[in-house]
């Protein structure tokens, strides 16, 4: 008498799995912003319109003659003389771009200086603050505003913080070590020497110390593109701190470093997004003209 072949029949297919443990992975944006022209905003008041529309000839005809790389200031433009309706028009026309920078700063005749980048890279929007009100506005051209890195060096001082050893510290005491000797060789034109403390065991009290060593300074830019960049100038001249983040909304802290340098090079626009901010000054103003109406204008 034979036995009947008992052959186990699984399903398969879609469904038929046991559910698998999802990786769990930190946030990345699946979008980055890339330029586009602004909205061109209906304007009735053509006088209106040719006063902003001046502006930005004027600011294209300037950036054109400027050479980025000579070491010269860029060309600036006060905006204080500006009536509402045109300043206004400006403001939509350079837009927000990526970097914004908070600047504490506390002098005579202002305490804060509060700088956004346009859409338009290396142009930006410096304003001055006194107890809260605007005193000063204009758009300056440059890698980075003058005012941040001379706030940044006037506000700091040689060396770091003293601070008190702790037990539970692990790697904070050599890398305090290392950068008193980095800071003491730096000099200007020297690249920049990063210190990625991502990669090191850091206990509660590593951090604190070394927080404690650097301090808090005068400036504080964000940088918003394939997540948030953090740049902060510390109470140690040539010492910043340079943080990355996810998109993630519980905001992961991705890398974390300190860099001694001049400027770090995450804050600057380069020479070639400064030349191609101008050949988009320039579409922006024959654009408005078409939108506008306006009398044509000859750019060079």
């Given at each position: 008498m034979k036995k009947p072949i008992n052959i186990p029949v699984h399903a398969i297919g879609p469904g038929s799995q046991p559910d698998e443990e999802k990786a769990m992975t930190i946030g990345v944006p699946f979008e980055v912003e890339t330029f586009s022209q602004p909205?061109?905003?209906?304007?009735?008041?053509?006088?209106?319109?040719?006063?902003?529309?001046?502006?930005?000839?004027?600011?294209?005809?300037?950036?054109?003659?400027?050479?980025?790389?000579?070491?010269?200031?860029?060309?600036?433009?006060?905006?204080?003389h500006l009536d509402p309706a045109t300043l206004n028009l400006v403001n939509q026309m350079l837009g927000?771009?990526?970097?914004?920078?908070?600047?504490?700063?506390?002098?005579?005749?202002?305490?804060?200086?509060?700088?956004?980048?346009?859409?338009?890279?290396?142009?930006?929007?410096?304003?001055?603050y006194k107890d809260g009100k605007a005193i000063s506005d204009q758009i300056e051209v440059s890698a980075i505003p003058?005012?941040?890195?001379?706030?940044?060096?006037?506000?700091?001082?040689?060396?770091?913080?003293?601070?008190e050893s702790d037990p539970e510290a692990m790697n904070s005491p050599a890398i305090l070590a290392e950068l008193n000797v980095a800071l003491s060789d730096w000099e200007p034109g020297a690249p920049a020497k990063t210190f990625n403390l991502s990669h090191l065991p850091m206990?509660?009290?590593?951090?604190?110390?070394?927080?404690?060593?650097?301090?808090?300074?005068?400036?504080?830019?964000m940088s918003r593109g394939f997540g948030n960049c953090h740049i902060l100038s510390t109470d140690v001249r040539?010492?910043?701190?340079?943080?990355?983040?996810?998109?993630?909304?519980?905001?992961?802290?991705?890398?974390n470093t300190i860099v001694v340098c001049g400027m770090p090079e995450e804050a600057l626009a380069s020479s070639e997004d400064l030349l191609d901010s101008v050949g988009r000054i320039k579409e922006l103003v024959e654009w408005v003209t078409k939108s506008w109406e306006l009398d044509p204008v000859e750019l060079n």
């Open positions: 909205h061109t905003p209906d304007v009735s008041d053509k006088a209106v319109a040719t006063r902003c529309r001046q502006l930005f000839i004027d600011l294209y005809r300037e950036m054109r003659l400027w050479n980025a790389d000579a070491g010269t200031p860029g060309p600036s433009f006060a905006l204080n927000e771009g990526e970097v914004s920078i908070i600047v504490k700063f506390p002098q005579e005749n202002f305490d804060e200086i509060r700088i956004q980048e346009s859409i338009f890279v290396g142009v930006w929007r410096v304003v001055y003058a005012c941040v890195p001379e706030a940044a060096y006037l506000t700091s001082k040689e060396g770091l913080n003293p601070t206990t509660p009290a590593d951090n604190s110390i070394i927080d404690e060593a650097l301090g808090v300074g005068a400036v504080h830019m040539h010492a910043w701190r340079i943080q990355y983040f996810n998109n993630a909304p519980t905001r992961l802290m991705i890398l």
